[in-house]
């Protein structure tokens, strides 16, 4: 399926595994119907607890080498089949209201885009350091730090700007910009040269990468930049007569954020473990689980569905398309779809009684139909 890369995994019937993953596609965002949840819902679902920076060593500048060498490993699976080609154009605004339009950059500029997150513990060890790449290279080329919006808001990225000093353009994306330059981990150098081709693409905040730096920052002019193509993504709905139940989360969730982002790790247990226990009551739905974000992998996958007993499929989406498709920017969030492809209703993290969420939002389902 074009821009929707699935793989799934179950305890059980394989055939059944296929059925489901088969019968998922994607379509463009989905207009919500008359009988959906208030639009302001999702607004307000949204998971406000900033990223706990307290206790944080600022001095602690030096990544883990297995967190490193795995991380730099999915950056450069990004880039297979991209660096050389054209990079996408984009326009972006800061949280201080400054417009970035790549466009306007392409063959004059080399743009260097870094995506991270505030919970990411090798973000907030690279900062020092990259900061020190906008103060002296900030003058020959585009710097700009992506927030990748996800568990993320506003008031974490500025105590967090605040408490690192930064002084770099801040953007936090909508997921839009992690899918248009193929984000797969946190933090992720994705390099632009001048002729607007991707150039360069990891993690580790190594030579590497500052050679990379270099020589995009020397290169001259080109006479004309390169143009990219056009991105598709391809349908998905129930089966006829059927609802489906679309857990939208990430392996490292309950674990990882369990210092810097409690009530969101908090969440991702309590979601787990209210669908196991919920999925047998309501035979009209077919539930699935598809992970995403950065750090996303089919073995990460396969161990979480160990280690937590689930037992419901899950999918991984490789590239965040259904993540952006519902604009869902906080985890975990249940997407509930009809068989005519309409998304009826968004639940978001904070709901703490999920149990009525999802069976008042099936009885209205069934009623309309």
Request: one cysteine or more; charged letters at 25%; aromatic letters at 6%.
């Amino acid at each position: 399926m074009k821009g929707f890369n699935v793989t799934t995994s179950h305890i059980g019937s394989i055939a059944a595994i296929a059925c489901l993953a088969l019968s998922l596609t994607i379509s463009p965002p989905i207009a919500r119907g008359q009988d959906a949840a208030d639009p302001d819902a999702a607004a307000r679902d949204r998971v406000q607890t900033a990223t706990n920076l307290d206790g944080i060593d600022l001095s602690d500048t030096t990544e883990d080498p297995a967190y490193a060498e795995a991380g730099e490993a999915l950056a450069k699976d990004a880039s297979i089949g991209v660096v050389g080609t054209a990079a996408p154009t984009a326009k972006m605004t800061t949280i201080d209201g400054d417009s970035i339009d790549l466009s306007l950059l392409y063959g004059h500029k080399p743009v260097y885009l870094k995506f991270w997150a505030t919970w990411c513990t090798p973000c907030r060890q690279q900062m020092p350091s990259f900061e020190n790449i906008y103060k002296t290279l900030g003058d020959t080329m585009q710097v700009v730090a992506v927030n990748i919006g996800l568990s993320d808001d506003e008031a974490s990225v500025r105590a967090f700007r605040d408490k690192f000093g930064l002084t770099m353009p801040i953007v936090i994306d909508d997921g839009s910009l992690a899918k248009l330059f193929h984000v797969n981990v946190t933090p992720q150098h994705v390099l632009i040269g001048k002729d607007a081709r991707f150039r360069y693409f990891g993690h580790a905040d190594n030579k590497e990468l500052e050679d990379a730096l270099h020589q995009a920052a020397e290169e001259p002019e080109p006479t004309a930049p390169a143009t990219a193509a056009a991105v598709e993504i391809a349908p998905l709905k129930a089966k006829p007569g059927r609802i489906l139940a679309v857990q939208l989360f990430s392996s490292w969730c309950e674990w990882y954020l369990e210092t810097s982002r409690p009530e969101t790790s908090k969440a991702c247990t309590r979601v787990r473990e209210t669908i196991e226990s919920l999925k047998d009551s309501l035979p009209e739905v077919d539930w699935i689980g598809i992970a995403g974000g950065p750090w996303a992998t089919q073995q990460d996958l396969a161990d979480y569905q160990k280690n937590y007993h689930v037992t419901i499929p899950l999918a991984l989406d490789e590239k965040d398309a259904l993540f952006r498709t519902f604009g869902v920017r906080d985890i975990p969030t249940i997407a509930l779809i009809d068989d005519s492809q309409r998304l009826v209703r968004l639940i978001g993290p904070t709901e703490t009684d999920l149990t009525a969420a999802i069976q008042a939002a099936v009885a209205d389902i069934t009623a309309a139909d």
